[in-house]
């Protein structure tokens, strides 16, 4: 039995000549892969393009038990993004956050609260015309919430630094990879208390920005299983320095 349903687009991957594996986060069931046919014709070829990072889409499916791959029907644009497919930077952002997306929530259940937080949070990005360069970070670190792994931010003090492998602000150690200095430890801490309306009070520079963002991924692969190094980031650091 069909059932509808609504999920963002997060990686798609080559199966053969005549079709890909698109993996999404659906409402109803979280992680879902399904194969989607990609022959030459003009129909399919206008299908194929609804499956952009981060696009969103209504469709039907039948949720089988004992299958990894499923197939879809009736897929349409659940509503179209205006600003993100034209605008360079947006799209850089989007591209890198869907990359994060696809390992962070591979193995991810059902959760339609943290669906409708994606969801709303790639539309208010979409929307915004300015200041959202702290956007990519405060918009994973609150996705860290949802998974169970943030930073323990009731242990910060002034001064501590911040230990990636625990999770916690520490007394003492050396910065490094895995440890953030006092100052990036503060900047971590004020921005996992940011919202988007309150994020730019948290003055960084591009190299700060960079930084943080690498910590992040650090952060990542420290806490969840098999996560690997994120190809675009690299694009999106040279697209902050252009």
Known sequence: MYIDDRGVVLQCVKYDDKSFIAHLFTFSHGHVSFIVN???SKRSAGASRLFQPLSFLSFQWDSKPNTSLY???E???????????CNPIKRGVAMMLSEFMAHMLRNEAKNSDLYMYIEKSVCWFDAVGDGYANFHLVFLL?????LGIAPN??????GRLFDLSLGS???GGIPSELVMDSADACLLYRLANANYESMNSVAMHRFERTRMLKYVANYCAQHIPKFPVIQSLDILIGIFDD
């Open 38 to 40: 990609n022959s030459r």
């Open 71 to 73: 197939r879809m029907k």
């Open 75 to 85: 897929v349409r644009l659940l509503f179209f993004l205006q600003d993100i497919p």
């Open 142 to 146: 609150k996705l860290l919430r949802f």
């Open 153 to 158: 931010l009731e242990s910060y003090q002034e």
């Open 169 to 171: 602000f520490v007394f």
